[in-house]
Structures are given as structure tokens and as C-alpha cells.
């Protein structure tokens, strides 16, 4: 694989559009990637990039570490492909290890140890957005802040944000902090409505149901925080995967939006989820080229619906009419 003329990086953190590196790496077992396994992460990076797209998202527990180790292992054969990519990781989850469970850990020197082994397998000698991956109840946040900006005057890190965090928690850490925290990466889907029913249901009974921490959106966006949406696909509920009869109605008004538009079903999801003022930046998971390439048009175009359309898709999604 070279590095294919990509687009130069955005390091302002303004992308469209994610390519989330969760499914590379093979098993998530303790066996080791082999071939077969880098071959499936340079086509599926080979595609991101055909499509425009230049950030690649990480984490230090995905695949056991192995889809860190495996992109280390693309990026080696393509010199030149680093400079010209966004590279984000996270950490602060640790997974269950025999008889151990899986706990949250984010203490100021396991931060600063997860980065070190995170770029050892990624063969960089910086991340350029490191993303605290959940909120641990034990974490001090003076300790965390003292540890990012520890990374950040070493060079290792140069940006930094948060993974499903509130904007509660957000503040309470930015308060800390020197540096800006520029992402906060949520499930945000049209399957998992949480994030947009939590801000119509406000003085409904149904409201009581939802675990969607109110004004969190709108904190990000006036706070100059990122959003991106990981589940952005929805798991192909609306392009193939349908179950029940709501995501049934639904993915055929999305094949016929995206035939009336000349584009895909994948597509109209995304645009979906960008045409909201907040500015969602979508996380596309697929290991399947055809896949990743069915979402160039959330590059190219769009997000090309408009008022009715949006709300069309939403209200066929949620089954009923709103409050």
C-alpha cells in the first residue's frame, strides 16, 4: 500500500468523517493477527482514504491492542502515510483479565503509561488527539490534568478530548486544563435516539426513561467540542439488518431517499446525522470495502436533506408521532 496522494490531515479537528478502527486487527482473543489480518486493514484503510478520509480512530483496548499493532503495521509499509493522517486513540478502560473484571482507570500514571504502549503498536512517536475512552469514578481530575499536560509538553499527544462523557464531567476536567478538549465521542445513531429525544421529551413522563444526560449537545457545541458519533451506521439496522418492523419502514424510506438523491442508504444515515446544527462527525466501523466506499458521498456532498426529509426518517425511526 502507498500513501495514494491522500488529502492533507485537518488538525483543527474540523473532519466530516471518522474511520473507526475497531474491527482491524482480527480476533479479539489472545491469539496474534497474522497476515490475513494486515491485508484486511490495508484495503479497509486503502478505501478510507479513496473516500477523503484522513482521521482514524483508535482505541488501546480494541482487539486486545491488536488493531493498534495491526495499522503500526500499515502505516510501516506506506512511508509518508503518518504526515498525512489524524491519528486519535483513547484509553482508560481496562478489560477483564482472568479472574480479574474489567474496571475504568483513569489515575494520572496509567494515562501516561496506556499513551507510551499505545505508540509503541501504532510506530508513531505522537498520537494527535488522545480521548479519555469513560468516566472513572475514582479519577482525580487534578491528577488526570496534570498527566495530559505532562503528554502534551513531552509531544506525545497534541489534542485531547473525551469519550462518552457528560457535560458536567467535560467542565470538570476543563477547568483544570490549559490546553482545550476538542472531542466528545458519543453513541449518536438513528437507532440509539437517546441524544435527540432526551431534548423533545423535556416535561413528558417519557423523558424519565432516558439516560441521555440533558444539554450535553449544546454544551459541546458552544464549547467548541467536537462531537463525533461512534454506532453511526447503526449496526446495517437500516441497510440490510433490519428486525423489526419500525427499522423495516425505515430503511426502505432511506433506500428511496438515497435513490431520489443518487447516492447510498449508508450515505442518507450519515447526512442524517450531520444535517444536525451541533456538527456530528460520524464514525464509519466497517471492515468491508464496498462499505466504507458506499459513505464517500458524507465527504463529497451534503448533508443534501432538508427540513421534512430529517424529520421523515426520524419520526419513522421512533415508530410514533412527537410529544
Not at 467535560?170 to 490546553?179: A, G, K, M, N
Not at 449537545?217 to 453511526?232: K, N
Not at 446544527?277 to 460520524?282: C, D, K, L, S
Not at 458524507?298 to 415508530?319: F, K
Request: a negative charge; glycine letters at 12%.
Amino acid at each position: 500500500m502507498t500513501d495514494g496522494g491522500a488529502p492533507r490531515r485537518a488538525d483543527g479537528g474540523g473532519e466530516r468523517l471518522v474511520y473507526g478502527c475497531m474491527g482491524l486487527g482480527g480476533s479479539w482473543g489472545p491469539e496474534p493477527y497474522g497476515a490475513d489480518d494486515v491485508a484486511v486493514a490495508e484495503a479497509a484503510v486503502e478505501a478510507a482514504l479513496e473516500i477523503g478520509v484522513t482521521t482514524f480512530d483508535h482505541a488501546d483496548i480494541y482487539r486486545h491492542g491488536k488493531s493498534e499493532a495491526v495499522f503500526g503495521e500499515v502505516l510501516a509499509r506506506a512511508p509518508g502515510l503518518r504526515d498525512r493522517l489524524t491519528l486519535q486513540t483513547k484509553c482508560g478502560i481496562r478489560l477483564a483479565d482472568g479472574g480479574r473484571p474489567g474496571v475504568y482507570d483513569l489515575r494520572g500514571r496509567t494515562i501516561a503509561h496506556r499513551v507510551e504502549e499505545s505508540l509503541a503498536r501504532l510506530r508513531t512517536d505522537h498520537v494527535d488527539v488522545l480521548l479519555l475512552h469513560r468516566p472513572d469514578p475514582l479519577a482525580d481530575p487534578d491528577d488526570v490534568a496534570e498527566a495530559l499536560a505532562g503528554l502534551h509538553r513531552q509531544g506525545l499527544v497534541r489534542r485531547f478530548g473525551v469519550s462518552n462523557m457528560s457535560a458536567a464531567q467535560i467542565e470538570s476536567l476543563r477547568s483544570r486544563l490549559d490546553l482545550p478538549l476538542t472531542v466528545n465521542q458519543l453513541e449518536l445513531s438513528l437507532h440509539r435516539r437517546d441524544w435527540l429525544e432526551a431534548g423533545v421529551l423535556v416535561n413528558t413522563p417519557a423523558a424519565t426513561a432516558l439516560g441521555f444526560p440533558p444539554g450535553t449537545l449544546e454544551y459541546c457545541r458552544d464549547s467548541g467540542v467536537r462531537l463525533q458519533a461512534w454506532g453511526a451506521l447503526a449496526q446495517g439496522r437500516y441497510t440490510g439488518g433490519e428486525s423489526t418492523p419500525e427499522e423495516a419502514a425505515t430503511a426502505r424510506l432511506v433506500a428511496e431517499l438515497a435513490r431520489a438523491k443518487g447516492t447510498t442508504p449508508e450515505t442518507v444515515l450519515l447526512w442524517w446525522l450531520q444535517r444536525h446544527p451541533a456538527g456530528i462527525a460520524p464514525v464509519v466501523g466497517s471492515t468491508r470495502p464496498e462499505r466504507i466506499r458506499a459513505c464517500a458521498d458524507a465527504l463529497g456532498r451534503g448533508p443534501e436533506l432538508d427540513h421534512e426529509e430529517w424529520y421523515a426518517i426520524w419520526l419513522s425511526a421512533r415508530g410514533g408521532p412527537l410529544p
